[in-house]
C-alpha cells in the first residue's frame, strides 16, 4: 500500500501520518505538495491536521482551493479511499465530499487529551480492524472540532450508519460529559454514503507506535492496508514523468 | 568595491539634533556617550544613536548580568554549544544534538497577554530551529499574581491561550513547565518559554556572517513599525496619531512562523547558507551585528531593498523593528537562486539587502548613502558593564528573623486534615489541567510522559534514548535567601529530571529580577546567580545560554527575585524511564533523603497562614549530587516503579499527589511519615508540610524494596519504607508527629482538579 500525505504549507500532523504508516505498519507514505496536481500512484489519500493556510478566516477554508485538492476531490469522487483527520477533516467538509461542518469547540477552548471513543461501524475500509463496540482511546487536540449539521442530515447520516466513531465515556456511554467539544450526537467520525472518505477529529497516527504504549489508532490504518489488499477504492492515475520529477523536487528536503 | 570608510556618513534631513536630553531618552548614561564619541571619533547620528540604544540595553548587553553571569560554568562534556549563540547545543549521543533556549516575554505579556505569550513562544522557536534544529517541544514556567484578582486571571487566561495557540499553530507539543501563583507577580507576570529541538550534529549552523561579498538576505514577514524599541519619542517624521495607534506589542503569525521553520530547515540540510540568525530584540540591528561579531567581519546593508509594510519608515525605524517572524541570513554567493527558490515554495518573502565584509564595519545606507557606520566590536563586545552594591533589604531580614514557633505544631488532626486540603487547592499546587489541556502535548509522537509529570519524557531520534525536561524556581526562597534560592533552582530541576531516570546534563537559565539599580535587587541577582553556579558545578549540569529580564516592577515594588532553570537530562534507554505518581495497588511506598526542620518559605506558611518568613530549606550541594546519582543509577536498575520529587507542601502534599496522579484514578495509600529519615528535633509542621530539600516519594514493587535500600547505601542517600500503595476508593491513611488522618484519595483528587478551574470559571469572571 502506498499512502499519500497532502503537505498543505501549515500542516503539522503530517509527519506523525507518515511514521504510523511506515514505522507502525511497515507500508510505504510519500508527501504530496499543496501546490502539485499530481496524486503519484497512490492508494490511499489523507488529509493531515495542522493549520492548513494559517486557518485564521475558517479551518479549512483555504486549503480546500490549494491545486491538490481539485485532485484529491476527483480521486474521492470516483471512489479513492481518502482519510481526513482532525483539520483534514474540517478541509473535506469545506470541499463537499462530507457533509456537516465543524465550529469551534463548545468551551471556546483548544483541547487536547484523550478520549473515549466506541466504533459504531466496522463495515468500513477504515474499520474493518476493529470489531463494532470497541472501545479506544485516542487523543483529539482541536480548538473547532464541533461537529454541526441539518437535524435531517444529522438523521440521515445515523440511518445510513455512516457515524463511524462516537465519543463516548469509559463505559462506552455517549454521555454529553464525554462530549470533548459538543459535536452532535457525540459524533467523532463519519463517512460518505458510498464509505470512501472518512473525516475523523481524534487522532488515530498518534496512537499508531506501540514506542508510546498505545496503538489503539493503528486499526484506522490496518483496516486500509485489508482494504486495499482486498482491491477496494482505486489507486490514483501514476504521474506524466515531467510531473512526477518535479513533485519530487518539491519534497527534497523534508524531513523530520 | 569601493573602500566605504573613504565615503561620508550622512544624518538625514529632518533627523532631531543631538543634545543630551535626546541621549538620556535613548538610556544612555553620559559616561556611555563620553566612551562612544571615544571610539567613533564623531558625534553619532540619529540612527547611530539608537544603534548603540538598542545595542547597550540591557537585553542585548548585558549591562548589569554579564559581569556575573561570567562566573557560570559553560562547559562540559556534553555541551557543543555554549552561550553567546541563539541556542545552546548538547550532545545526545548517536550523533544527534538537542538545541534548547528560555527566554522572558513578561513586560510585553504584562500589557497584552495573548500577544506578549504568543510572540515569546514564536522567538525562542526561532532561536532553536536558526541552529539548524527542529523543534520538538516548548516548555513554559509561568509566574502569575493571586487567583483571585481578576486582573491575574484575565493575564492568566491570555497567556495560556496565547502559549497554547502558538504551539498549536506550528506543530511544537508543550509538555511541561510550572506556574505559580502569588501577589508579588500581580501586574508583572512572568512568562518564560523553554523550546527544545533536535538536530543531527554534523548539520549544527550557527549565526555567522563570514566571506566577503557573501550576499546577507532578510527573509519571512515584511518589517513595520511595531515593537520599536522604547521608541518613547516621537522623531520629528513620525506622525503623532500614528505612534498612539501602534500596537505598543508585535503581533504573532505562527502561520508564517512556520513557514518560515520548514524553509529554514531545508536551507540548513541542502547546506545552502553560511549563517543565519532571527531578527529578534532590536530586530535587524542586533541580529547583523552580532553574526558579523562573531565570524568578526563586517556587514553592509542597504535598507531600501528592505521590505518593508509600510511606506516612509525611516532607517532608525527599519533597523529597531521588532516585526515578528524575520530572520537574517548569510547565503553562500553560488546558492543566492537556489535560496531564494525554496522561500518562494514555502511563499516567503527573501530580499537581498547587502553582503558580509571585512573591514569590520556595521555599515547601513539608504539608497547608497551612508547613514550608520559603527566598529562591530565595541558595539558589540565592549558594551559597559557595571558591578554594583548589593544590599538585603530591611523587610528581607525582617522576614528571615520572623519567629515560627506559632505555626509548628497542630491543634488536632483536624488542622492537619485541613491544612493538607489547603495545599491540594493552592493554585501554584493544584492540578495545570486547565493550563494543559489547552496545549497540544502529543502532536509529533514524541511525547513518552507530558504535563502532571515531574519531567517531561520524549524519545529522540537516537534509537532507544529519551530526552527529560524541567522548568524550575522558588521566587519566594529566592528572595528569603537569593544563595539558596539560586541553588535550590538548580537542585529542583535536576531532581525531576532524574526522577524520571534521566542523567541530568545541562542547563538554561531566566533569570527575572526587578531593577538592579536598586542594591537590595543587585543583592538578590549576585547571591542567585552565585547559587545557580555553584549548584551547576556541583551538578556537573553547565550553563549553555539563557536570557536576562530585569527591571520587573510595578508602582515601584519588584517582583519575587525569580530565577528559572530549564534543564535537560538523557535516559540511556526509554524502556526504563520512571512515571512520577503511583502505580499499583500493594507496591511499597519508601522516601529518600532527610526531612529537617525546615517550615520556612513554605507553601504551607504561605497558603495556611498568610506568611512569608523564615529560612527557606538549605540545598546540601552534596546531598544533591548524591541523590542524583542514586535515582538515575536506580532507575537504570528498574528499582523504582515510581520516583516524585518532594517540594512545595512537603512529604504530604508528595504523598497525595502521587496517589491521585495514578493513571487509572486515585490511589489510597498508608504511610507513617515518622518513619522517614529525618534530622534531629523536627517540628510536626516540618514533618507533614516542610520543604526540606533532595527528598524523594519512590515505589517499588512488594519485596523488592531491598534493591532501593542497596542503592541509598551506595550512595550515602539515607533510605526508609514508610508504607504502602492501596486500592480505588481506599482513602489517604497517614500518621505521623501524633496526628493521623485518612481524607480519601479521590476526594482530595477533586480538590486538587478543581482549584483551578473553579477559579478560572465562568461566575468569577475574566477582566482586564
Known sequence: MKVGIVRFPGSNCDADVYRAVTEGLGESATYLWHKSTDLEGVDVVVLPGGFSYGDYLRAGAIARFSPIMGEVIDFARGGGLTLGICNGFQVLCEAHLLPGALVRNRNLRFRCHDVGLRVENAGTPFTSAYAEGDLLHIPIAHGEGQFVAEASTLDEVEAEERVVFRYVDRRGQATDAANPNGSARNIAGIVNAEGNILGLMPHPERHSLSVLGNTDGLGVFRSLLAAVADGRGRRSDPAPPAAAEFAAGAVAGVSS | ?768
Not at chain 2, 515584511?222 to 506589542?249: C, K, M, N, Y
Not at chain 2, 486547565?434 to 510522559?449: A, G, K, M, S
Not at chain 2, 510595578?554 to 526509554?574: C, H, K, R, S
Request: hydrophobic share 40%; glycine share 12%; charged share 20%.
Open chain 2, 1 to 768: 568595491m569601493t573602500r566605504a570608510s573613504l565615503e561620508r556618513v550622512e544624518a538625514r534631513p529632518g533627523d532631531p539634533v543631538m543634545s543630551a536630553a535626546l541621549v538620556a531618552e535613548h538610556g544612555l548614561s553620559p559616561e556611555e556617550w563620553e566612551q562612544i564619541l571615544g571610539f567613533m571619533g564623531r558625534e553619532p547620528t540619529f540612527t547611530e544613536l539608537g544603534v548603540f540604544s538598542a545595542m547597550w540595553s540591557e537585553h542585548c548587553g548585558y549591562k548589569n548580568s554579564r559581569p556575573l553571569l561570567r562566573t557560570l560554568p559553560t562547559e562540559g562534556p556534553a555541551v557543543v554549544q555554549g552561550p553567546g549563540e541563539n541556542a545552546g547545543v548538547i550532545d545526545v549521543g548517536g550523533g544527534w544534538g538537542v538545541a534548547f533556549k528560555i527566554e522572558s516575554h513578561n513586560h510585553p505579556s504584562a500589557v497584552e497577554p495573548y500577544q506578549g505569550a504568543a510572540t515569546g513562544s514564536g522567538g525562542i522557536l526561532r532561536d532553536v530551529f536558526t541552529m539548524g534544529a527542529r523543534p520538538i517541544a516548548i516548555l513554559d514556567s509561568l509566574h502569575f499574581g493571586s487567583l483571585d484578582s481578576p486582573q491575574s486571571r484575565y493575564l492568566f487566561d491570555g497567556v495560556v491561550r496565547g502559549v497554547g495557540d502558538y504551539g498549536n499553530c506550528v506543530g511544537v507539543p508543550t509538555v511541561g513547565g510550572e506556574a505559580i501563583f502569588d501577589p508579588a507577580y500581580e501586574r508583572n507576570p512572568l512568562i518564560n518559554v523553554m523550546c527544545i529541538g533536535v538536530l543531527p550534529l554534523e548539520r549544527l549552523i550557527r549565526g555567522e556572517a563570514e566571506g566577503v561579498g557573501n550576499p546577507v538576505m532578510a527573509v519571512g514577514a515584511r518589517t513595520g513599525r511595531d515593537g520599536i524599541h522604547g521608541a518613547t519619542f516621537a522623531s520629528e517624521e513620525l506622525d503623532e496619531e500614528a505612534v498612539d495607534s501602534r500596537p505598543q506589542v508585535q503581533v504573532g503569525d505562527p502561520f508564517t512562523e512556520k513557514l518560515l521553520l520548514e524553509a529554514s530547515l531545508e536551507l540548513i540540510e541542502r547546506d545552502l547558507l553560511v549563517g543565519i540568525q532571527d531578527m529578534g530584540a532590536a530586530g535587524l540591528t542586533s541580529s547583523g551585528t552580532e553574526m558579523a561579531a562573531r565570524s568578526g567581519s563586517g556587514i553592509d546593508i542597504d535598507v531600501a531593498y528592505l521590505p518593508v509594510r509600510e511606506k516612509g519608515m525611516t532607517p532608525y525605524e527599519m533597523l529597531l523593528s521588532e516585526s515578528q517572524e524575520r530572520m537574517l541570513l548569510v547565503a553562500k554567493p553560488e546558492h543566492e537562486e537556489a535560496v531564494r527558490e525554496v522561500l518562494e515554495r514555502w511563499d516567503l518573502q527573501a530580499a537581498t539587502i547587502g553582503q558580509v565584509t571585512d573591514d569590520g564595519m556595521f555599515r547601513v545606507r539608504e539608497d547608497g548613502v551612508v547613514r550608520v557606520e559603527i566598529p562591530v566590536k565595541p558595539l558589540v563586545d565592549d558594551c559597559p558593564t557595571y558591578v554594583r552594591e548589593g544590599v538585603m533589604s530591611l523587610a528581607v531580614a525582617e522576614a528571615r528573623s520572623a519567629d515560627l514557633g506559632a505555626y509548628a505544631s497542630f491543634e488536632s488532626d483536624g488542622e492537619v486534615d485541613a491544612a493538607l486540603r489547603t495545599l491540594l487547592d493552592a493554585p501554584s499546587i493544584a492540578s495545570r489541567r486547565w493550563i494543559y489541556e489547552q496545549y497540544d502535548t502529543t502532536v509529533q509522537t514524541n511525547t513518552l510522559e507530558g504535563p502532571g509529570s515531574d519531567a517531561a519524557v520524549l524519545r529522540l531520534p537516537a534509537e532507544g534514548r529519551a530526552l527529560a525536561a524541567s522548568t524550575d524556581g522558588n521566587g519566594r526562597h529566592t528572595w528569603l535567601d537569593p544563595r539558596t534560592g539560586g541553588r535550590a533552582a538548580v537542585a529542583e530541576a535536576a531532581r525531576n529530571v532524574a526522577c524520571s531516570g534521566a542523567r541530568p546534563l545541562a542547563v538554561t537559565n531566566c533569570l527575572n529580577f526587578g531593577s538592579p539599580e536598586r542594591p537590595e535587587v543587585y543583592f538578590q541577582l549576585a547571591g542567585a546567580v552565585e547559587g545557580m553556579g555553584e549548584a551547576c558545578r556541583a551538578l556537573r549540569t553547565p550553563v549553555t545560554g539563557g536570557n536576562v529580564s530585569l527591571y520587573n516592577e510595578t508602582g515601584g515594588q519588584p517582583v519575587y527575585p525569580t530565577p528559572v532553570i530549564g534543564m535537560l537530562g538523557v535516559i540511556e534507554d526509554l524502556e526504563r524511564r520512571v512515571p512520577s505518581a503511583f502505580q499499583r495497588e500493594g507496591d511499597e511506598i519508601w522516601v529518600a533523603g532527610v526531612t529537617r526542620d525546615e517550615i520556612g518559605g513554605s507553601e504551607y506558611l504561605a497558603a495556611c497562614h498568610g506568611l512569608v518568613a523564615g529560612l527557606p530549606p538549605a540545598l546540601e550541594l552534596r546531598e544533591a549530587a548524591s541523590l542524583v546519582d542514586f535515582l538515575v543509577e536506580g532507575a537504570a536498575d528498574g528499582a523504582f516503579a515510581s520516583a516524585h520529587d518532594c517540594s512545595d507542601g512537603g512529604l504530604a502534599v508528595a504523598l497525595a499527589e502521587c496517589a491521585v496522579g495514578a493513571v487509572d484514578g486515585p490511589l489510597g495509600c498508608t504511610v507513617d511519615l515518622d518513619a522517614a529519615p529525618a534530622g534531629a528535633n523536627v517540628s510536626a509542621a516540618g514533618r507533614w508540610f516542610g520543604e526540606s530539600h533532595s527528598r524523594i516519594v519512590l515505589t517499588c514493587r512488594p519485596g523488592e524494596g531491598e534493591r532501593i535500600a542497596a542503592h541509598g547505601r551506595r550512595h550515602g542517600v539515607p533510605v526508609a519504607r514508610v508504607g504502602v500503595v492501596n486500592g480505588p476508593d481506599s482513602p489517604c491513611r497517614l500518621t505521623g508527629a501524633g496526628h493521623a488522618i485518612a481524607p480519601p484519595a479521590a476526594e482530595l483528587a477533586r480538590i486538587y482538579e478543581e482549584a483551578i478551574p473553579r477559579r478560572m470559571s465562568e461566575e468569577a469572571g475574566i477582566t482586564s
